[in-house]
């Protein structure tokens, strides 16, 4: 069984550019949630996608949008980098059932803005 | 606004006694509760998790309690294992929705 996977581990961006996060999550899993982690804090929650549908999304701004594919892998897009996106970025998937709430984690993006 | 709270950044503690994280929250809607532990350049693992129908569950060494009048729950580690370091979230959720984090306690178990 393959757990979560994102790609990449680390990356550098300057203040204005855009960046594309990505996830593939665990097989069979069809529900993915995306969280940001700042220094020092717990993982706040940005949005969830659940069968290529966002369902759900935590307050940040709509120039953090989504996709979820056909194969439930994942994207987060950020639009006009500021230098408080600097974070790791998490990404974890569920399936619906008696353990839905075990959110499966991948290891993380780290994102630096410049 | 913080809706769950760790207000201890770390716990140092010796090998075989008892650790013990605590964690507050302050909306009285969450109904399902939850404990992860991460590794440095892991992401959280999910350890336990408590429905707010219960006021405890148990998994091996590893015990989650609830009370819900005081909104505060606290995880139990017996015996406390080196292999046990790590940081320790606590979550919390509602409906099956959006899941809101602590910011963690950082554990040392101290051989």
């Known amino acids: 069984e393959t757990g979560v996977t994102q790609s990449p581990t680390h990356l550098i961006k300057t203040r204005g550019q855009q960046v594309t996060l990505r996830c593939s999550s665990q097989?069979?899993?069809?529900?993915v949630s995306w969280y940001q982690q700042a220094l020092g804090q717990g993982p706040q929650f940005i949005f969830q996608?659940?069968?290529?549908?966002?369902?759900g999304r935590g307050n940040f701004p709509p120039r953090f949008s989504g996709l979820q594919f056909p194969n439930y892998s994942s994207e987060l897009n950020v639009n006009a980098l500021e230098l408080d996106d600097s974070a790791l970025y998490l990404c974890?998937?569920?399936?619906?059932?008696?353990?839905?709430?075990?959110?499966?984690f991948g290891p993380g993006t780290r994102l630096t803005v410049l | 606004d913080q809706q769950v709270k760790q207000n201890s950044p770390s716990l140092s503690v010796q090998e075989g006694r008892i650790s013990i994280l605590n964690c507050d929250y302050t909306?009285?809607?969450?109904?399902?509760f939850l404990w992860y532990k991460k590794y440095p350049a892991e992401g959280p693992t999910f350890l336990i998790s408590?429905?707010?129908?219960?006021d405890k569950n148990e998994d091996g060494r590893f015990t989650v309690f609830l009370n819900k009048s005081a909104k505060h729950l606290s995880l139990h580690i017996v015996p406390s294992q080196p292999g046990d370091s790590a940081v320790y979230f606590c979550?919390?959720?509602?409906?099956?929705?959006?899941?809101?984090f602590g910011t963690g306690t950082s554990l040392t178990v101290i051989p």
């Open positions: 097989s069979g899993h069809n529900t």
């Open positions: 408590i429905s707010s129908i219960k």
């Open positions: 909306n009285s809607m969450f109904d399902y």
């Open positions: 979550a919390a959720s509602y409906a099956l929705a959006q899941f809101y």
């Open positions: 974890a998937s569920s399936s619906p059932g008696p353990l839905y709430n075990e959110q499966f």
């Open positions: 996608y659940y069968r290529e549908e966002e369902n």
